[in-house]
């Protein structure tokens, strides 16, 4: 019986259209699946880290992204530090949210109108064949071994009422369907609650409606929290044309009086923003627990962005994680796909591992930041405060490192200088090819990457099997900082690289993490 797809995603949010799109890109037959109509129309997520902007421009996709504003880089115009201060002075203490020169070689982070970059991102599916079935829900799943079956239907006006019903067929299905996942609780995959909601917020995405208004609006370059118990609050800009305010619900408020008109003013009038300058573009009320599935992979089914994990907003993580997933599960489906004799369960189970120990990681801080923030107790408020002043340090959890086990090199008793560890996350700078400029993941190409410096010759460092082998099964490439190897390192920081870390040469993974690293030239074989 021939499979209808290779790829069946659920899901036509960011991390699902990515997902798609890496896939596609990988010459796979992808589809994708959504039970909304239309795309949500409101903003969401507020910043991308420097690894989704590196994904989006080997993609494809930044240059579109930045064009429409869908994308903006900030550094320079925002402050690069977020201040916690308390209701009356500054507490002292500083986060740093941004950086000019991340290890993607752009600024560290960059503000997004979500609904903007989910555009460009369905358009670039229509326009490259992947075919999006809006107003289609999934209703199962089911593995029978070689392949799956996925049940459809087919949604009416009511967006209920199904008009058809229809079964497809995929070697895999990928969940991207956020909390709710039909697809986590179609494959049984369970769920682990690390701590519950426990506080409500009110989000208020603001645009002004004339010109020069957002200038006189309190904090409107630096990003606040306010640690006040009477409001807990926080000013986060998120683009040139809006700003987004984030206001604790206090326990004896409800639900309905916080998204009134009167409330909502009332708030934002506290950065000094007034109804007849500007626009409620969005508010909305939520409380989200922390928790992560137990797996993010089972079987020909793996999971990606909020199906996988949910944490609260204090460290901007949720869509930035969800396109960390799609990076690191799209290379795998690739080689289970291209070579489904191998051992590509074990590469699926090491994706859930990887992805699972960044997720605890930040799912983990990200409460415990909000229990320091969410406090509406003077008392307790004071203490908190006190801590800070005498010198409490906010959680930082390392989002550049997989999770271990997992697929890279290094025994836990090794000691790797931290620049060249396997399973972090490696440079990208600008580098030469035949006169051709531009960043390494554009000029190189996708895949597998062994990157040499200049003392080593990659030819005579590997035997022919092993070099067909690298090539071949793997798509990889062979980069070498050589005259002879004919790359440039014209930002002369991956010479800097090889120099601090001391070896000669790293292989680097699709998804941007180091597997390994050579001291020597005998020792590239191996690798």
Not at 255 to 271: C, Q, R, S
Request: hydrophobic share 40%; aromatic share 8%; charged share 25%.
């Amino acid at each position: 019986m021939s499979v209808d797809n290779d790829v069946v995603i659920v899901g036509a949010g960011p991390v699902g259209l990515t997902s798609a799109l890496l896939l596609q890109k990988m010459g796979h037959r992808v589809r994708v699946y959504e039970r909304h109509a239309q795309q949500y129309a409101q903003p969401r997520a507020v910043f991308l880290t420097h690894q989704a902007i590196r994904m989006f421009r080997a993609l494809g996709v930044l240059d579109r992204m930045m064009e429409t504003q869908a994308v903006q880089d900030l550094h320079g115009r925002v402050s690069d530090v977020g201040t916690f201060v308390d209701a009356e002075v500054g507490l002292g203490r500083e986060q740093q949210l941004n950086s000019s020169h991340s290890k993607s070689g752009t600024a560290g982070a960059f503000a997004i109108y979500q609904p903007g970059v989910e555009e460009v991102l369905e358009e670039t599916c229509q326009e490259r064949g992947v075919q999006v079935h809006r107003s289609t829900e999934v209703r199962d799943i089911v593995d029978l071994g070689r392949y799956m079956e996925i049940s459809i239907a087919k949604l009416g006006n009511d967006k209920a009422t199904p008009t058809s019903t229809n079964t497809v067929t995929a070697f895999f299905v990928v969940g991207c369907d956020g909390a709710k996942s039909i697809v986590r609780g179609s494959s049984k995959m369970g769920w682990f609650e690390y701590e519950a909601a426990s506080s409500r917020w009110l989000v208020v995405d603001i645009i002004p409606t004339v010109p020069g208004a957002m200038s006189q609006w309190k904090d409107n370059s630096a990003p606040k929290q306010i640690l006040d118990p009477k409001r807990p609050r926080s000013s986060v800009p998120s683009q040139l044309t809006r700003r987004r305010f984030e206001f604790m619900v206090l326990p004896n408020e409800s639900t309905e009086i916080a998204m009134t008109d009167e409330f909502v003013w009332k708030m934002v009038g506290l950065f000094d923003c007034r109804s007849d300058t500007a626009a409620i573009e969005r508010r909305t009320v939520y409380s989200i627990c922390g928790g992560w599935a137990e797996s993010f992979a089972k079987g020909r089914v793996a999971l990606a962005g909020d199906a996988a994990h949910l944490a609260p907003q204090f460290l901007g993580q949720g869509l930035n994680s969800g396109l960390r997933d799609a990076k690191s599960m799209a290379w795998r489906l690739d080689f289970a796909l291209r070579h489904p004799e191998n051992n590509w369960s074990r590469m699926m189970s090491d994706y859930s591992t990887e992805q699972l120990g960044i997720t605890k990681q930040f799912v983990i801080a990200a409460k415990a930041i909000e229990h320091l923030i969410a406090v509406s107790d003077p008392e307790e408020a004071e203490k908190r405060d006190a801590m800070f002043r005498g010198g409490l340090q906010l959680p930082r959890p390392n989002l550049e490192r997989v999770g271990t086990p997992g697929m890279h090199l290094g025994e836990v008793d090794t000691a790797y200088p931290p620049s060249c560890e396997p399973g972090t996350l490696f440079i990208q700078d600008k580098i030469e090819k035949d006169g051709k400029i531009g960043f390494f993941d554009n000029v190189v190409g996708d895949g597998w990457v062994l990157i040499a410096n200049e003392t080593i010759d990659l030819a005579a460092a590997m035997t022919i099997p092993t070099r067909e082998a690298f090539s071949k099964l793997l798509g990889g490439h062979l980069v070498n900082f050589s005259a002879e190897g004919g790359y440039g390192d014209v930002s002369g920081r991956y010479r800097e690289w090889f120099s601090d870390s001391n070896v000669v040469a790293v292989l680097v993974r699709p998804d941007y993490y180091i597997y390994g690293t050579a001291n020597t030239q005998r020792d590239i074989e191996a690798v």
